[in-house]
């Protein structure tokens, strides 16, 4: 089975604009978590997507957003770039059955870095 | 707030040792601890652990959870280079789809 697939896996973009970033899940996973790791603060929970409904928010500001499609693929968008948003952003996806287990399995991430 | 600890932050050792390395959590309605292995890219998946008391093992890597001191332990036996990485642990939360709760992370160094 292939894995999780991020892309693009490496981004730069200047202050104020915005990005989408994109993630394929394990065939037949249904959920997708997105996750921020940085330095500073370590692994941190963006955002979960199943069957196309946010299931789950963690606690950043309204600028990161995200979806997911009819085929599980998932998409998040940060408007409005910041320095601080850079980062490497993690996907994972998992297969939510049966649903007493709960492995998520990492994709590559995306490396963005805001100038 | 939920909140996942580990120690040390940090460890350097010689092949051939044994490495304990720790996971404490305060989490509300606890589900279950995961162990990931992080090197140069995406953490890769190790053990998923529910039950207290009952040892997951793989190769030369074991790890058990005590929901009672609200821990968990992964040892690694006989290591070696390759062993080189940071070790995550996260914490699933019953209701909290999806969201895993992360501590800062072991960074394991394995000398030859």
């Known amino acids: 089975k292939a894995g999780v697939t991020q892309t693009p896996r490496y981004l730069i973009k200047t202050r104020g604009q915005q990005v989408t970033l994109s993630c394929s899940p394990i065939s037949g996973h249904r959920s997708v978590s997105w996750y921020q790791q940085t330095p500073g603060q370590g692994l941190q929970f963006l955002f979960e997507y199943f069957s196309e409904t946010q299931r789950n928010k963690g606690n950043f500001p309204g600028r990161f957003s995200g979806r997911q499609f009819s085929n599980s693929r998932s998409e998040m968008n940060v408007s409005t770039l910041e320095l601080g948003d850079s980062a490497l952003y993690l996907c994972?996806?998992?297969?939510?059955?049966?649903?007493?287990?709960?492995?998520?399995?990492f994709g590559p991430g995306t490396r963005l870095t805001v100038t | 707030e939920d909140k996942v600890v580990q120690s040390p932050l940090s460890l350097v050792v010689h092949e051939g040792d044994t490495v304990t390395l720790n996971c404490s959590y305060e989490?509300?309605?606890?589900?279950?601890l995961l162990w990931y292995k992080q090197e140069k890219k995406a953490p890769t998946f190790l053990f998923m652990l529910t039950s207290s008391g009952i040892e997951k093992k793989s190769g030369r890597l074991s790890s058990i959870l005590d929901k009672k001191e609200l821990s968990s332990i992964l040892n690694i036996t006989a290591t070696q280079t390759g062993d080189s990485a940071i070790y995550l642990c996260a914490v699933e939360a019953y209701n909290q789809g999806g969201k895993l709760i992360f501590g800062q992370g072991t960074e394991l160094s394995v000398k030859p």
């Open positions: 994972a996806s998992s297969s939510d059955f049966p649903r007493s287990s709960y492995e998520q399995y």
């Open positions: 989490v509300t309605n606890f589900r279950s």
